[in-house]
């Protein structure tokens, strides 16, 4: 568990985009760039300004009214002169006025913040501090302080703070807290005329004011928009009852058709289903007739065009790791075979699976390499290297989803509880029994055996078009399970299986089988236990004596694995197959158990 | 508590934009919401449509055609050909020139106007765009991550039917956007509650803007500062809501609900909860007027979706569990996985009661205007004469004979009227 628990706290928040690694190898690049620009850009844009500004500093509303009538020559006798776009001068002149009567019977403080809104809003923006600066200012200028103190202040602040010249944006608004100050703090610059433009006022003439049609206007006998929108769902002409029912049959019935991951029940809860709800509308309502249809309907457990072949996900990675979160870049250089919109897409189901903690924790590898190969560029190649070479003494095991909450939400049934306990045993045997050394790899092993219904997890999270993935995911952990297992193994050299990137797991297991080295056969045989072990659990103590029998159980445990994962290997896993994870439960079960055994038995 | 028919739209599509590396604004958290909403099983006691693509002439409503025309033409391909009108337009950082930026706006733009138009047919009580609330685009420029200022035009659709509009934003930051389209007028009024001060985006948003020339006292800000939890929220919030309905009499209202006024946001610095944001919602839904209910920002992704699928629960009158539904965005909801976590931060509230209550007079002060000169405010709305009948045969919910005499009428009084249409929506809907 010691280990699960270091690689947790290290695995950053779930909320947020990205692995730190990545996040910052991505951002750091981005925000540079954009300091860089401002830097260029900075100078000239405020010094003019605030001899227009203090001018203009003591004006409250009549400020605004001098912008509605002369842009840009506001000055304080300005009050009834000039012609607004559209209404009578006289009227708006006395309006102010009264206006500012109005508001001082209102209100006690009124100078002191009508000041405020117009000379410290408009002076602070326009000199365009920027975030940090923002928090140095939160700290000097208490809102209370009259508007003279108010600009020596701000010089002040402007003499500090080296760079100027920034405006104001939503973006850099983060709090000071924030982590994710690295990419919030990206500023821009506007030019100089812009700055004038954008005073922080609320602007009055034509350019800003919508025009509002006078009176109203009717609808003629065809609605203007309701030709091209749909209708999904309707919810007044069925009783709930009955629409329960429907549901609840939609239910079952996909359950009994489904395959891989759509398989997996989840829960009593009676869920919305889009299709089936839209379905029953365009039966009008009749819930036999739309079960009927639905039977009738092939229902494909996802469109094929929308899973994923190994190659594209492999490409959106090797995307992803040069252009960072940049889809545009990555549609345009690495996966031209999908939309900006589909990568987007898949970025977010992609990000919370097991495979992007492979990527996070490979990126994270690469950094470190990539110092003492400064001369590598290519980072695909990189990436299949690595994938290659296998070993990788100290790899980082992967965050252990599979022991995050939301896996016994999801395995809701008795079956699959007792699975998670089973899951949480091993944890502990993991974390008690197997001594640091040369138990690394061994831990790797359990590691990746609980990481591995963690790929299935994660299918069951995936719909469509994530299936892919999660069944690759599946692959890779597994193939990786496999290579972590028998890491120490050195005279795997003979084992094309495990050289290969896309061994499988019978490969694996044969490869082991012709390991000469003892550790290589009792991990061997362990496996073979744990397999065996699966059916018959009792059997474990025999599993430290590498017999004939242990063998040919640790075959049919390659066997029954590869059934349960029938992934030819991460290479050549095309567009194929919703059914990936067919029988997830199982395989999560005997790899499991698989991993468990293995873990217990070198624990002896 | 009647149930009011509720009109959700949504579009698959809309949650597959990216603003680009490293920017907070996310549009997949629409998807997000709607998973939530889907799992929860709120989808199917609501009318769900796949809402209408705004058109370029949909967007010139309010914007200009060039820049409109800019909006649609720029794509991340031809950019660098278009250098100036970015600085222009002020696109670039803030909003960015993405990938599908104009199917995007097109997106959450139509989904809003169709929402104005299902109200104005009395389709509906209730029009919900989560996709929809960009608050700060102007007339000629982008802003603040908006381009299109979906609200705005919604707006001036609802205008065709209904003679008062209420805009009410509750935003951390300023709706400067839509209070800007509508400072001169006197049919829309606008109220904006938002952190103010310090150089908060966008800056504007000043108690003592209140609107100009006929729009005078029609533009209502409540400056607020760091730190506001719920029930400082609530006690300014409520008060200020009631008296404005009170004063102002909206036949309609348009609620943006931007998330980033919850604790925790990535770029907010509010102290809301999920339920504290929902009451908002929760209380203007109780004046039983028609509602268009909209997003807008909202930076700390799972939060936004809790948010606006509570709130979508609070519209249905719904009771949902806090133990979130499985669904397949389940994992960004770790590692509680309920829809009420704890986000409250260590901020600080520096709203004092007393500054509160200092806001919330003035406030009441600036609306007794409203009441100063009630004729003129009748007879300013319509400038169209036939309008007062025009209304009465107009299928609104309210007879004008009722909205005649709960002008002269205490505040109360207009409650009554209130559960009046609320009976007469049940029957409606029975049927």
């Known amino acids: ?604 | 508590m009647s149930a009011k028919s509720v009109v959700y739209f949504y579009d698959q599509d809309v949650g597959n934009f990216h603003y680009g590396p490293g920017h907070p604004m996310k549009p997949h958290r629409i998807a997000l919401t709607h998973s939530l909403v889907l799992h929860y099983g709120l989808h199917k006691k609501m009318k769900v449509y796949k809402p209408y693509r705004a058109t370029f002439h949909d967007m010139c409503r309010f914007h200009s055609d060039e820049y409109i025309d800019f909006l649609r033409r720029v794509t991340p391909l031809n950019v660098q050909n278009y250098t100036k009108s970015l600085t222009h337009y002020n696109v670039g950082e803030d909003c960015p020139v993405f990938d599908g930026m104009f199917d995007f706006c097109s997106l959450y733009t139509g989904a809003s106007l169709e929402g104005a138009v299902k109200l104005n047919n009395e389709h509906c009580d209730i029009a919900v765009n989560w996709s929809g609330g960009l608050h700060h685009a102007k007339k000629f420029e982008a802003s603040g991550f908006c381009y299109v200022n979906d609200i705005v035009i919604a707006i001036l659709e609802l205008l065709k039917y209904h003679p008062r509009v209420l805009y009410i934003d509750i935003d951390i930051h300023h709706g400067d956007g839509v209070q800007e389209a509508f400072y001169l007028t006197d049919r829309v009024m606008t109220v904006s509650f938002h952190k103010y001060g310090n150089l908060f985006f966008p800056g504007t948003g000043d108690m003592y803007e209140i609107g100009a020339d006929s729009g005078r006292h029609y533009s209502v800000n409540v400056p607020l500062k760091e730190g506001i939890d719920d029930e400082s929220y609530m006690s300014v919030f409520k008060p200020v809501i009631s008296s404005v309905i009170e004063f102002y009499r909206p036949t309609c209202v348009v609620l943006q609900c931007g998330a980033d006024s919850l604790g925790g946001d990535r770029l907010g610095c509010f102290n809301l909860s999920v339920t504290g944001h929902g009451e908002c919602v929760q209380v203007v839904k109780d004046f039983g007027l028609p509602m268009l209910v909209l997003g807008g920002g909202g930076y700390t992704k799972k939060n936004v979706a809790r948010c606006w699928t509570y709130e979508t629960a609070v519209l249905l009158n719904e009771q949902i569990s806090n133990e979130l539904p499985y669904n397949e965005y389940l994992e960004y909801f770790a590692p509680d996985f309920s829809l009420h976590p704890d986000i409250s931060t260590k901020q600080e509230n520096l709203n004092t009661k007393q500054y509160l209550e200092t806001i919330r007079i003035a406030t009441y002060e600036n609306l007794k205007n409203l009441t100063f000169a009630p004729s003129v405010q009748m007879h300013d709305v319509p400038p169209d004469l036939c309008l007062e009948n025009t209304e009465e045969g107009d299928p609104d919910i309210r007879p004008t004979d009722e909205e005649m005499d709960k002008r002269v009428e205490p505040a109360n009084e207009f409650y009554d009227g209130d559960k009046d249409n609320d009976k007469e929506n049940d029957g409606y809907l029975d049927v």
């Open chain 1, 1 to 604: 568990m010691a280990e699960h628990a270091g690689s947790e706290s290290s695995s950053p928040d779930t909320d947020r985009d990205f692995d730190p690694s990545a996040e910052q190898l991505i951002n750091d690049f981005d925000d540079e760039r954009t300091l860089e620009e401002e830097e260029n850009l900075s100078d000239n844009s405020c010094s003019n300004e605030l001899d227009d500004l203090t001018k203009e500093g003591e004006m409250p509303m009549e400020a605004l009214l001098a912008m509605y009538r002369v842009q840009n020559s506001a000055n304080e006798g300005a009050e009834g002169s000039g012609g607004g776009p559209s209404q009578s001068t006289d009227r708006e002149g006395d309006g102010g006025d009264a206006d500012r009567s109005g508001m001082s019977a209102g209100s006690a403080d009124e100078d002191q913040d009508t000041s405020r809104s117009s000379s410290e809003s408009e002076i602070l923006e326009n000199q365009d501090l920027t975030l940090d600066k923002e928090i140095i200012a939160r700290d000097l200028l208490s809102s209370n302080s009259p508007a003279d103190d108010r600009e020596t202040t701000i010089n002040d602040l402007l003499h500090t703070v080296a760079s100027t010249g920034t405006a104001r944006l939503l973006r850099s608004n983060s709090q000071p807290g924030s982590e994710a100050s690295s990419d919030s703090e990206e500023d821009v610059d506007y030019s100089p005329e812009e700055d004038k433009e954008s005073k922080k006022m609320i602007q009055v003439g034509h350019d800003y004011q919508a025009s509002i049609p006078e009176g109203f206007s009717h609808y003629g006998d065809a609605p203007a928009y309701e030709n091209e929108d749909r209708l999904l769902w309707n919810p007044s002409k069925i009783d709930w009852e009955k629409l329960e029912n429907y549901l609840r049959e939609v239910k079952v019935q996909s359950l009994a058709n489904a395959a891989g991951v759509a398989s997996i029940p989840t829960g009593s809860h009676v869920e919305d289903d889009e299709q089936a709800l839209y379905l029953l509308l365009q039966c009008g309502h009749n819930t036999e007739e739309a079960l009927r249809r639905r039977k009738m309907q092939v229902i494909l457990p996802s469109d094929p065009m929308s899973l994923w072949s190994e190659d594209e996900c492999v490409n959106f990675e090797t995307g992803l790791r040069l252009y960072g979160k940049n889809f545009y870049q990555i549609q345009q250089y690495k996966v031209r075979t999908r939309s900006v919109g589909e990568l987007v897409q898949f970025y977010y189901m992609w990000k919370k699976s097991a495979r992007h903690d492979a990527f996070a924790n490979k990126n994270r590898l690469e950094k470190r390499k990539y110092t003492l190969h400064p001369g590598v560029t290519d980072y695909m190649d990189r990436f299949l290297n690595e994938q290659e070479s296998g070993a990788l003494p100290g790899s980082l095991p992967g965050r252990d989803r599979s022991a995050s909450p939301i896996n016994s939400m999801m395995y809701s049934d008795h079956h699959k509880r007792s699975i998670t306990h089973l899951r949480q045993d091993l944890d502990e045997v993991s974390s008690t029994t197997l001594g640091p050394v040369d138990l690394q790899p061994i831990g790797g092993s359990g590691t990746s055996a609980r990481h591995t219904p963690g790929g299935a997890g994660d299918g069951l999270l995936g719909v469509g078009a994530d299936q892919c993935v999660v069944g690759s995911s599946a692959a890779t952990t597994c193939a990786s399970s496999s290579k972590r297992s028998f890491e120490p193994d050195t005279a795997l050299d003979s084992s094309g299986g495990v050289g290969m990137r896309g061994s499988d797991l019978n490969g694996n297991t044969e490869d082991s089988e012709a390991a000469s080295e003892p550790v290589a056969k009792k991990l061997k045989v362990d496996v073979g236990e744990g397999g065996g072990g699966a059916e018959q659990p009792a059997d474990s103590s025999s599993s430290s004596l590498p017999n004939s029998s242990s063998t040919t159980s640790s075959s049919s445990t390659g066997t029954k694995l590869l059934d349960t994962f029938p992934i030819t290997g991460v290479t050549n896993i095309d567009s194929i197959s919703s059914t990936i994870l067919k029988p997830s439960e199982l395989s999560s079960s005997s790899s499991e158990k698989w991993g468990q055994s293995a873990a217990e038995s070198v624990g002896i």
